[in-house]
């Protein structure tokens, strides 16, 4: 059974950084993509970013492009988003998900299996 696990959110104040983890369980990192998404209050969720497993590749919003960095860690099973500078319109309820790789479609919740519960990302001072 597929579980992702989100980890690192919590209260930032505006231009502060945070580490977000997604820890991976029951599937490895080898193959298709994993990417987050957030939930702000009354809003719908949205794509912020993605990498392709296969080839490492990473994939950005335009909202989040130069402030925030995906990355893998293959041996943990886990994927990263660094998230600097952060502004309050960045508060949201953050999830990964996993599925397999589109680079036409990454941005789309279907095209994702298996999602964590997410984490809370409030930006405040």
């Known amino acids: 059974q597929v579980q992702l696990v989100e980890s690192g959110g919590g209260l930032v104040q505006p231009g502060g950084s945070l580490r977000l983890s997604c820890v991976v369980s029951?599937?490895?990192?080898?193959?298709?993509?994993v990417g987050w998404f957030r939930q702000a209050p009354g809003k719908e969720r949205e794509a912020i970013s993605c990498?392709?497993?296969?080839?490492?590749?990473?994939y950005y919003m335009d909202s989040v492009k130069d402030r925030f960095t995906i990355s893998r860690d293959n041996a943990k099973n886990t994927v990263l988003l660094q998230m600097n500078n952060l502004k309050p319109d960045d508060t949201a309820v953050y999830y990964c998900?996993?599925?397999?790789?589109?680079?036409?479609?990454?941005?789309?919740?279907?095209?994702?299996?298996?999602w964590g519960r997410g984490t809370q990302v409030t930006v405040s001072s």
């Open positions: 998900a996993k599925g397999p790789f589109r680079s036409t479609s990454w941005w789309l919740e279907v095209m994702y299996d298996y």
């Open positions: 029951g599937a490895t990192l080898d193959h298709g993509a």
């Open positions: 990498i392709s497993n296969h080839d490492g590749n990473t």
